[in-house]
C-alpha cells in the first residue's frame, strides 16, 4: 500500500530536549516536505527537499533540521525543542507535478 | 516568496446548496494549484488540482477555476452533502516544489 509513514504520532517533551520526528514514503517520491498546522494559520512549510541530498528552509524553518541520506526518509529535528513549536506537524511526499501525499500527522506537545 | 490567501476562514451552507470558496496567489510564476480536504483528526487529501494552461476542470460535485490574469482560484462544491463538511485549503506552487498554502475554510454543511 503506498503511504506516508510518520513517528511517532504523539509525543510530549519538556523544553530542550532534542527529538526526532521520523517520515517515510514507500512511493520513490523525489520531493519531500514537512508543515506544521496551527489554528487559523493552515499548513507552512518548515522545509523541503527535492532528491536525496538536497534540501531547503521553506517559510519557518527556525528550530528545525531536516537530513536526506535516503530516498524515501525525511527526519524533521529538533534539537532544542521550545514551547512555541508545540504543533501538529506533518510529512508530505510527491513526483514533481503531482499530487502530495501526507503522513498521518504527529501531535507535539512541548512543556 | 508565494503568498496565498484564502477566504472565507467559515462558510456554512444547507445541504443542497453550492458552495464556493476562493484564493489569490502573489507569484505569476505559480503554475499548479491543489485543492486540499481535511477531516476532523486526519490528514490533509487532494480533491482536485488545476494547472496554469487550463481554466477550469471539474470532477463530478467538484469543480476548480483559475484566471492567472487576476491570479486568483476558486473552488466550487455543488449540491453539497453532510460529508462534505471539513477544513479546506487551497495551495500554489511552482511545480509542486514548494507549495504554499492558504489558512484554510472550514465549511459546515448544514442538513
Known amino acids: 500500500e503506498a503511504q506516508v509513514t510518520q513517528n511517532p504520532r504523539y509525543l510530549i517533551t519538556v523544553t530542550g530536549k532534542k527529538l526526532t520526528v521520523t517520515c517515510s514514503q514507500n512511493m520513490n517520491h523525489e520531493y519531500m516536505s514537512w508543515y506544521r498546522q496551527d489554528p487559523g494559520l493552515g499548513l507552512r512549510q518548515i522545509y523541503y527537499?527535492?532528491?536525496?541530498?538536497?534540501?531547503d528552509k521553506g517559510d519557518v524553518p527556525e528550530g528545525y533540521k531536516v537530513s536526506r541520506k535516503e530516498k524515501r526518509n525525511f527526519p524533521l529535528i529538533l534539537e532544542s525543542p521550545s514551547p512555541n513549536q508545540t504543533s501538529l506537524y506533518f510529512c508530505?511526499?510527491?513526483?514533481?507535478?503531482?499530487?502530495?501525499?501526507f503522513g498521518q500527522g504527529t501531535r507535539l506537545t512541548v512543556v | 516568496g508565494e503568498n496565498v490567501e484564502q477566504h472565507p476562514s467559515t462558510l456554512s451552507v444547507q445541504e443542497g446548496d453550492s458552495a464556493v470558496i476562493k484564493c489569490t496567489y502573489s507569484d505569476s510564476a505559480s503554475n499548479y494549484f491543489p485543492w486540499y480536504k481535511q477531516e476532523l483528526g486526519k490528514r490533509p487529501q487532494l480533491i482536485i488540482d488545476i494547472r496554469s494552461n487550463v481554466g477550469e476542470k471539474k470532477d463530478q460535485r467538484i469543480a476548480v477555476t483559475l484566471n492567472k490574469t487576476a491570479k486568483h482560484f476558486s473552488l466550487h462544491i455543488t449540491e453539497t452533502q453532510p460529508e462534505d463538511s471539513a477544513v479546506y485549503f487551497c495551495a500554489a506552487s511552482i511545480r509542486n516544489e514548494k507549495l504554499t498554502f492558504g489558512t484554510g475554510t472550514r465549511l459546515t454543511i448544514i442538513p
Open positions: 527537499s527535492m532528491n536525496v541530498e538536497v534540501t
Open positions: 508530505a511526499s510527491s513526483h514533481r507535478d503531482t499530487e502530495a501525499f
